[in-house]
């Protein structure tokens, strides 16, 4: 069993505590440690069965765990981002966590430190960059590029040919047209369906989607 860390104690951090108990009920394979949270306050207590041991530096004293980052709300979705840049691990200190239930074509890929969470569907050539977070029943269709740091919440459907930019969030149930570009650390709102290129570092909301106002990320670290 190899020892693993997760970083964050949020709901997507949770979820991904679960989804390492389905992996290790199909095939023992994760020793969860616990989490990391830079939140003082919430060390020493206990999620959901699984302890918050201390904050996120922790991950780089125990050398000896696997580590994968789960923070990103909404409202800060650039936090994995921050943190994978603060901690400043080696590549082979992540873990990549996939759900038994995904569905997973032989010609996809997906990049360390990703999250795949239940029922979600790659169907063709979908490249996942690293850190990427994706929720559960997303389906990617073919020839997707989702890039790291990119975050899609649940339910989220791309047509085929689609590029998430690096850092965007697309929000819980949204659309995408083929072909479309989805810029970088751009937000696109729950239920949207998007019909257009959305630029960069914008929040677009709406059937279809229009600009909403700027996003407010910080990606400095
Ligand atoms: C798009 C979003 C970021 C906007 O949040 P916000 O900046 O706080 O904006 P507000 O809620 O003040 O809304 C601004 C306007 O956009 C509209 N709007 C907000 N979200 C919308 C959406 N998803 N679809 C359509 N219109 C939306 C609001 O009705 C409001 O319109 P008005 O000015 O005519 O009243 C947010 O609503 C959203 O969708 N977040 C993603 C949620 C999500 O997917 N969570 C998943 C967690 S796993």
Same mark, same amino acid.
């Given at each position: 069993?190899?020892?693993?860390?997760?970083?964050?104690?949020? #709901?997507?951090?949770? *979820?991904?505590?679960?989804?390492?108990?389905?992996?290790?009920?199909?095939?023992?394979?994760? /020793? $969860?440690?616990?989490?990391?949270?830079?939140? @003082?306050?919430?060390?020493?207590? !206990? =999620? &959901?069965?699984?302890?918050?041991?201390?904050?996120?530096? /922790?991950?780089?004293?125990?050398?000896?765990?696997?580590?994968?980052?789960?923070?990103?709300?909404?409202?800060?979705?650039?936090?994995?981002?921050?943190?994978?840049? +603060?901690? #400043?691990?080696?590549?082979?200190?992540?873990?990549?966590?996939?759900?038994?239930? %995904?569905?997973?074509?032989?010609?996809?890929?997906? #990049?360390?430190?990703?999250?795949?969470?239940?029922?979600?569907?790659?169907?063709?050539?979908?490249?996942? #960059?690293?850190?990427?977070?994706?929720? @559960?029943?997303?389906?990617?269709?073919?020839?997707? =590029?989702?890039? &790291?740091?990119?975050? $899609?919440?649940?339910? =989220?459907?791309? %047509?085929?040919? !689609?590029?998430?930019?690096?850092?965007?969030?697309?929000?819980?149930?949204?659309? =995408?047209? /083929?072909?479309?570009?989805?810029?970088?650390? %751009?937000?696109?709102?729950?239920?949207?369906?998007?019909?257009?290129?959305?630029?960069?570092? *914008?929040?677009?909301?709406? !059937?279809?989607?229009?600009?909403? +106002? @700027?996003?407010? !990320?910080?990606?400095?670290?």
């Amino acid at each position: 069993m190899t020892p693993l860390l997760i970083v964050g104690a949020g #709901g997507f951090a949770r *979820e991904t505590a679960q989804l390492v108990h389905a992996i290790n009920d199909d095939s023992p394979t994760w /020793e $969860l440690l616990g989490h990391l949270d830079d939140d @003082p306050a919430k060390h020493g207590t !206990v =999620v &959901d069965g699984v302890p918050v041991l201390a904050g996120s530096d /922790e991950a780089v004293k125990q050398d000896h765990a696997q580590v994968v980052v789960c923070t990103g709300s909404p409202r800060d979705y650039a936090s994995r981002a921050r943190i994978v840049a +603060r901690l #400043g691990l080696p590549q082979e200190r992540y873990a990549t966590l996939v759900h038994p239930s %995904a569905s997973l074509s032989r010609s996809s890929s997906i #990049g360390v430190g990703s999250v795949v969470l239940a029922q979600v569907v790659l169907t063709a050539a979908v490249t996942v #960059g690293a850190h990427v977070s994706v929720m @559960p029943h997303v389906t990617l269709t073919h020839d997707d =590029v989702v890039g &790291d740091f990119a975050t $899609l919440a649940a339910g =989220v459907r791309l %047509a085929g040919g !689609v590029h998430v930019e690096p850092g965007a969030y697309v929000g819980s149930g949204a659309l =995408v047209r /083929e072909a479309l570009t989805v810029g970088s650390y %751009a937000l696109v709102g729950m239920g949207s369906v998007v019909t257009r290129d959305i630029p960069r570092r *914008e929040v677009w909301a709406g !059937v279809p989607a229009r600009f909403i +106002r @700027p996003a407010t !990320v910080t990606t400095e670290h």
